[in-house]
């Protein structure tokens, strides 16, 4: 099994940064992708930012230049940077890791319980 842990979301005004951090733990072999997901009221859950195992990232275009998603491999942590934010960008904050089972070498996909970030304008 594999556990996510987000912290990181609050209140903030808009044009100020947080930074939100998902930590993976459990019976993991390796992780490939990793990702944030938002999800506002009344709409689906949307990809934030992305970036896999070789360090390719992918960003929603509402965000490019504002937020930065990195990860620490030896951590199985990622991070979201997130500056200059505005009132759009309140929601809940999911992460999402996709990687392959110790010992069954089975994949899996996991979610986080998701962390709320509200924008103040």
């Known amino acids: 099994q594999v556990q996510l842990v987000e912290s990181g979301g609050g209140l903030v005004q808009a044009g100020g940064s947080l930074r939100l951090s998902c930590a993976a733990s459990g019976s993991i072999f390796s992780i490939n992708g990793m990702g944030w997901y938002r999800q506002t009221p009344g709409k689906q859950r949307e990809l934030v930012a992305a970036t896999t195992s070789g360090g390719g990232t992918n960003y929603a275009d509402s965000v490019k230049g504002r937020f930065t998603i990195s990860r620490d491999k030896a951590k199985n942590t990622m991070y979201l940077q997130m500056n200059s934010l505005k009132p759009e960008d309140t929601g809940v904050y999911f992460c999402?890791?996709?990687?392959?089972?110790?010992?069954?070498?089975?994949?899996?996909?996991?979610w986080g319980q998701g962390t709320q970030v509200t924008v103040s304008s």
């Open positions: 999402n890791v996709d990687g392959y089972y110790k010992l069954s070498y089975q994949i899996f996909h996991s």
